[in-house]
């Protein structure tokens, strides 16, 4: 039982940063783009690069970081039906 909980929490959470690592780069981006502008516009800005850097992956990490609890929370409710399914036998007749 307990290893059966701990495969489903292990796997709820690989799952859930696997999925933040695809959703959470397209959402920084839409989240860091300038509104407003017309297409054909160009944005002139001067930025430094590490900072740039540090910021984006500081918020990878953290999308990765939440999807992971989120994803073994999930994990652990399914792995709390599945074994509470697999418990209920049918009565024997005497």
Not at 24 to 30: C, G, K, N, Y
Not at 62 to 89: D, E, H, M, P, T
């Amino acid at each position: 039982m307990v290893k059966t909980m701990t495969i489903f929490v292990l796997l709820g959470a690989l799952l859930g940063i696997v999925a933040a690592s695809y959703i959470v780069p397209p959402a920084l981006s839409w989240y860091t783009e300038p509104g407003g502008l017309p297409h054909a516009a160009d944005v002139q800005a001067v930025v430094q690069i590490p900072s740039v850097i540090k910021y984006a992956t500081s918020k990878l990490i953290y999308g990765q970081l939440v999807g992971g609890i989120v994803g073994g929370i999930a994990g652990l409710v399914f792995g709390i039906f599945y074994v509470r399914r697999g418990r209920q036998q049918p009565a024997q007749p005497a």
